[in-house]
């Protein structure tokens, strides 16, 4: 079973960094691509950034020139740096992965992001 565990989160002021990781672990193969959705409370949850295998980067438009996806394909691992961050930036941040030819989608279990001074 696909198990993703996610690390990074925290309390920051405005205008500071953090980097979320997130590592994939278990049995499966071919992985479609991996990425970020956030809720905030009262919120829908909405996509940050989504990196495919081959490498295809998408951001939203709130956080484009501010958080940055990369991903080590040997360690199915993602990473989401986050620069300048505003206090509208705190929310809940989800991992996902999509694999296999079924396209299965696999979620953590969210981890905490405070921008507030």
């Known amino acids: 079973q696909v198990q993703l565990v996610e690390s990074g989160g925290g309390l920051v002021q405005p205008g500071g960094s953090l980097n979320l990781s997130c590592a994939a672990s278990?049995?499966?193969?071919?992985?479609?691509?991996m990425g970020w959705y956030r809720q905030a409370p009262g919120k829908e949850r909405e996509l940050v950034a989504s990196i495919s295998s081959d490498d295809n980067i998408n951001y939203s438009d709130v956080v484009k020139g501010r958080f940055t996806i990369s991903r080590n394909n040997g360690e199915n691992t993602v990473h989401l740096l986050m620069n300048n961050l505003k206090p509208e930036d705190t929310a809940v941040y989800y991992c996902?992965?999509?694999?296999?030819?079924?396209?299965?989608?696999?979620w953590g279990q969210g981890t905490q992001v405070t921008v507030s001074s």
């Open positions: 996902y992965v999509v694999y296999g030819i079924s396209i299965t989608i696999r």
């Open positions: 278990g049995s499966f193969v071919s992985i479609k691509g």
